[in-house]
């Protein structure tokens, strides 16, 4: 069975944001068919699109799965009902967000979900953690590597790496 690498971006700016991100990071590793394969550091980052909300800590995670796009999102929001979700403001806070940011290459679009996230490339708090583990990685619509992709972005936004580790 063919397997894929698979980024997903996490974040939460509401109530114990760190144990969320573990909280998640745990879930996601017990999801049937996933291998979890590693964390970015955490970051700590101003909100993106509404700003006026508190600070929000984001990561990655890779892992390998051969679960397709549809199936793994409704295993991931599945995850957040589970942890607590409870806003769905437009950019707005929230306890828990998971979102695919990069599917092994490929590109990917239906009713539920995109692959590649479709503003991945105008998202530093997603950017800059994803170079943490995959630099190198070439997004498969612009072609840059994700470092390539950090140095171009224009979000304007502080992400400052923190103490705080995901070790699940």
Not at 34 to 57: C, H, I, M, N, R
């Amino acid at each position: 069975m063919k397997t894929y690498s698979v980024f997903i971006g996490i974040g939460s700016n509401l109530g114990d944001r760190h144990g969320r991100l573990v909280a998640a990071s745990r879930e996601v590793k017990v999801l049937p068919d996933v291998k979890y394969v590693w964390a970015s550091p955490v970051y700590e980052t101003d909100a993106y699109g509404k700003k006026d909300q508190p600070k929000f800590l984001n990561a990655v995670l890779e892992i390998e799965t051969p679960v397709l796009p549809p199936e793994l999102l409704k295993c991931l929001k599945g995850i957040e009902t589970k942890l607590g979700r409870t806003s769905s403001e437009r950019w707005g806070p929230r306890e828990i967000d998971l979102d695919i940011l990069l599917y092994d290459g490929y590109v990917y679009r239906d009713d539920t979900v995109e692959v590649p996230h479709p503003d991945l490339e105008n998202r530093k708090f997603a950017l800059v953690p994803l170079r943490e583990i995959a630099p190198d990685l070439v997004h498969p619509v612009s072609g840059l590597t994700v470092e390539e992709l950090v140095q171009a972005c224009g979000d304007t936004g502080r992400v400052q790496m923190t103490s705080y580790r995901i070790n699940v």
